[in-house]
Every structure is written in C-alpha cells, then in structure tokens.
T-cell receptor, first 116, second 115 residues
C-alpha cells in the first residue's frame, strides 16, 4: 500500500531561518509525491510535486522539496522562513490501487509555526 | 481554491437529519473526490468518482452517499447513519486516469457541526 508519514506534529522556527518539514514514504513502484499547505478553515493549496526527473523540486512561495530514493524521503524546505508561512502542511502520495481509485493518501499533517 | 466551489461554508445539523454538501468545479476535470478532515488525522477518502454516473466508496464511506449526474457536480449527503459527522469536508478534482500525474485541486471546504 502506498502511504506517507510525517513524523513531526509541529515544527517551530524563527523568521529568517531555514525550515524543513519531514515526510517519508512507503510505495511499491515509482512514487508520485505532493506537498500541500492549509491555512485555518481553508482548503488545501498545492505547493509542489515530484513525478520523475530532478530530485530537487521547486514550487510555490519559495518552497522546494528533495526526493531521496535511498532514504524514501520527500522533505519540504525553504531557505528563509516567513511568519506568513505558519500553517498546516500535508505530504501526500498518489494511490494506484483499485480500492481508492487514484486519490491521494495524506500524512497527518505538520503544523509549522514561524516566530518573529 | 481554484475553480472548485463548496457550499455552504458552515453547516449545522441536528441529530437524525440528513444534510447535503455541494461541490461544483469548472475545471473540466473527470475525477472528483470527497475527503473528511479531523484534527490530527489528516484527510481520509469518503467517496470518489472517475466519470459521470459512476462513483466508488473510499476508506470511510459508511453513513455517506453521493451522486454524479453531471461532470461539474459531486454532492455529498451525510446521513443520520453517520455516527460522528462533525468534521471539515473537502472536495477535490483532477483529470483522473490510472497514471495521472496531474495535480489534485481542492475546494475551500465545508465545516459541519452536529448540534
């Protein structure tokens, strides 16, 4: 079964410092991996995705993610955090089995708090 | 939130009532999905539809029903059989397809509270 795990419920970082939000995956075959961000009482906004090719994926709002096949990880990164980056972040993997169509299987989410 | 609208934004239900959540998309997407979000549990799949007039149960379909009569619309009914319906409900869509690498887009969500 395709699944992702986000080992941290919350990440705290000071504004201007680099941030990392961790995600590991368990997938048979090639993974299709996604990162989304959610602000309070809003829907999910797409940040970036890894399908194939370059292991460093660049996305919206200055975020990037590094796909590491040997460590089965897909960590989200940003060189310099902003207070406005404070939100809930979800890692997801495309499911490709007959029980769930081609829906996304989400991690439990990581709350990012950036302090001034 | 793109081209997906959900209504209402907030919904209050008395116990024993059925309620219907609306989801409409203008992205010309074939596939539509309903997820439920609870604090600390991420998103869980309720139902999905790959094409008009066809839909399938997801991981937590009990107590819910859907229809897909039009490509643009995928309403979700929360029935009285759903034991704990208080949650945030998210509708999503994408182009579908077995090896779809396309992005899935989400609506703004409906927060349902049982009184």
């Amino acid at each position: 079964a395709q699944s992702v795990a986000q080992p941290e419920d919350q990440v705290n970082v000071a504004e201007g410092n680099p941030l990392t939000v961790k995600c590991t995956y368990s997938v048979s075959g090639n993974p299709y991996l996604f990162w989304y961000v959610q602000y309070p009482n809003r829907g999910l906004q797409f940040l970036l995705k890894y399908i194939t090719g370059d292991n460093l994926v660049k996305g919206s709002y200055g975020f990037e993610a590094e796909f590491n096949k040997s460590q089965t990880s897909f960590h989200l990164k940003k060189p310099s955090a902003l207070v406005s980056d404070s939100a809930l972040y979800f890692c997801a993997v495309r499911v490709t089995n007959s029980n769930s169509g081609y829906a996304l299987n989400f991690g439990k989410g990581t709350s990012l708090l950036v302090t001034p | 939130d793109g081209g997906i609208t959900q209504s209402p934004k907030y919904l209050f239900r008395k116990e024993g009532q059925n309620v219907t959540l609306s989801c409409e998309q203008n992205l010309n997407h074939d596939a539509m999905y309903w997820y439920r979000q609870d604090p600390g549990q991420g998103l869980r799949l309720i139902y999905y539809s790959q094409i008009v007039n066809d839909f399938q149960k997801g991981d937590i379909a009990e107590g819910y029903s859907v229809s897909r009569e039009k490509k643009e619309s995928f309403p979700l009914t929360v029935t009285s059989a759903q034991k704990n319906p208080t949650a945030f409900y998210l509708c999503a869509s994408d182009t579908g397809g077995r090896w779809s690498t396309d992005t899935q887009y989400f609506g703004p969500g409906t927060r349902l509270t049982v009184l």
